[in-house]
Nanobody
Framework: VQLVESGGGLVQAGESLNLSCVAT????????MGWFRQSPGKERTYVGI????????TRAAFVKGRFTISRDNAKNVLYMQMNYLTPEDTGIYYC???????????????WGRGTQVTVSS
């Protein structure tokens, strides 16, 4: 599966962004999907993951209550609505597809190229 993220940009603290990840190729609904980010000078870390049919969602502690993850298997799209953004949310956001339901980036097979999110104070 090939993945392309979009929706990033430059926003001020407190504002919102809605990221999308469009999948092409076969079998989007067979993959567990994840959102990850890499902030400047830091390792890539998970933001949230969603199961194949969307009935299980796990979010990192630092985003709970602010970010909502969803997917539309009919449209082959993964979403992440990000509210109340802070400068600490700045980074490149990636979507990834994997067979298992894991938070480790190493367990994911297919990656997009990422979309830049920059939050100014």
């Amino acid at each position: 599966v090939q993945l392309v993220e979009s929706g990033g940009g430059l926003v001020q603290a407190g504002e919102s962004l809605n990221l999308s990840c469009v999948a092409t190729g076969n079998g989007f609904s067979r993959y567990n999907m994840g959102w990850f980010r890499q902030s400047p000078g830091k390792e890539r870390t998970y933001v949230g993951i969603i199961s194949r049919n969307g009935d299980s969602i796990t979010r990192a502690a630092f985003v709970k209550g602010r970010f909502t993850i969803s997917r539309d298997n009919a449209k082959n799209v993964l979403y992440m609505q990000m509210n109340y953004l802070t400068p600490e949310d700045t980074g490149i956001y990636y979507c990834a597809a994997g067979q298992g339901y894991y938070t480790s980036p190493a367990r994911y097979d297919s990656w997009g190229r990422g979309t830049q999110v920059t939050v100014s104070s």
